[in-house]
T-cell receptor
């Protein structure tokens, strides 16, 4: 079993729709949960960061962590074509080492 | 600040050749990491360093070596390149491994081994 599971998509939505992304993980020791956005042929950039369980909102983006279910989510409201990218979930282990999901490709069509 | 820089951007190697992927950061970060990303896959950690002179293996270290002689530079060495090492390589850095410390990624090096 992979430590972090993420559906690779692609996920295609019309502009203005809500994008819902999620990951499951197996290691209950993870405390820090991140979402990275990666545009084609670019390096990942940090989008959202959450510590332990709960919700975090930043503009159109909301990250949720449910540690009891080992499940994390990212919601993008009012999606824009510029949101088209691959979204990677990541969990931080010891020494800052990141464990990534496979990434979900999102396509927002005008 | 240039952030995290990587050279070269692209490289094609023949089986059995060697090369060094360069990574440098100008943010005075202590922690540096090398990841590889295969098509349709997430990033996997190859090696990491918590400071000059200190390195350790990640999840997929076989076929690679690293050194960290300065805070700024963290080169990744491939000896005897194999087709399985065809991938995109990302270097990242952070100030520490603390709660608020973000890892900044470089633009990547695309390597093909034929």
């Amino acid at each position: 079993q992979k430590e972090v599971e993420q559906d690779p998509g692609p996920l295609s939505v019309p502009e203005g729709a809500i994008v819902s992304l999620n990951c499951t993980y197996s290691n209950s020791a993870f405390q820090y949960f991140m979402w990275y956005r990666q545009y084609s042929r670019k390096g990942p950039e940090l989008l959202m960061y959450t510590y332990s369980s709960g919700n975090k909102e930043d503009g159109r983006f909301t990250a949720q962590v449910d540690k009891s279910s080992k499940y994390i989510s990212l919601f993008i409201r009012d999606s824009q074509p510029s949101d088209s990218a691959t979204y990677l979930c990541a969990m931080r282990g010891s020494w800052g080492k990141l464990q990534f999901g496979a990434g979900t490709q999102v396509v927002v069509t005008p | 600040n240039a952030g995290v820089t990587q050279t070269p951007k692209f490289r094609i190697l023949k089986i059995g050749q060697s090369m060094t992927l360069q990574c440098a950061q100008d943010m005075n970060h202590n922690y540096m990491y090398w990841y590889r990303q295969d098509p349709g896959m997430g990033l996997k950690l190859i090696y990491y360093s918590v400071g000059a002179g200190i390195t350790d293996k990640g999840e997929v270290p076989n076929g690679y070596n690293v050194s960290r002689s300065t805070t700024e530079d963290f080169p990744l060495r491939l000896e005897l390149a194999a087709p399985s090492q065809t991938s995109v390589y990302f270097c990242a850095s952070s100030y520490s491994s603390g709660r608020e410390d973000e890892q900044f990624f470089g633009p990547g090096t695309r390597l093909t081994v034929l």
